[in-house]
């Protein structure tokens, strides 16, 4: 994820309004990873629930 950050098999997409520049990957059915790419960095905003 970290090579390719917008790209990948858990369809990465592009979040709006309140969570623009950030994007969702699916960990599960339910789950979602939540995270911005900042330069060189992955920053994780959330691991669990769905857009909370």
């Known amino acids: 994820m970290q090579r390719h950050p917008f790209e990948g098999i858990a369809k ?6 309140d969570y623009q520049g950030a994007w969702s990957r699916r ?23 769905h857009y909370r």
């Not at 990465?12 to 309004?17: I, M, N, Q, V």
């Not at 995270?35 to 960095?41: C, Q």
Request: proline share 7%.
């Open 27 to 49: 960990i599960d059915a339910e789950n979602r990873l939540i995270y911005m790419v900042e330069a060189d960095r992955l920053c994780i905003l959330s691991l669990k629930d």
């Open 12 to 17: 990465p997409e592009p979040l709006k309004y």
